[in-house]
Nanobody, 122 residues
């Protein structure tokens, strides 16, 4: 029943900006850590940024100073503000979350969105 749906991807020129959104829906009791990952063609899926329930953040070195992750708990949504985009940022970006569904019985489960394409090209 729980779904993560990403939006906001698209085509931008180098140096441009995009803001990605990921909304979690369904019967959710509590969301713990949320994050963004990306995968370029022929490459492995790598961590971009994460944010805990207490809003502690961490970033991959390649995006520090350019990307900002944030969350709105009332909306069950996580965002990724991407500035100063580079061609090497081109990838499918995936949303990820650890959460308990309602009622909060059993183990915390991990969920993935289907991804949104980000292309940085002139």
């Amino acid at each position: 029943q729980v779904q993560l749906v990403e939006s906001g991807g698209g085509l931008v020129q180098p140096g441009g900006s995009l803001r990605l959104s990921c909304a979690a829906s369904g019967s959710i009791f509590r969301i713990y850590t949320m994050g963004w990952y990306r995968q370029a063609p022929g490459k492995q899926r790598d961590l971009v940024a994460t944010v805990t329930g207490g809003r502690s953040t961490n970033y991959a070195d390649s995006v520090k100073g350019r990307f900002t992750i944030s969350r709105d708990n009332a909306k069950n949504t996580v965002y990724l503000q991407m500035n100063s985009l580079k061609p090497e940022d081109t990838a499918v970006y995936y949303c990820n979350a650890d959460l308990h569904s309602y009622p909060p019985y059993g183990e915390v489960r991990n969920y993935w969105g289907q991804g949104t394409q980000v292309t940085v090209s002139s």
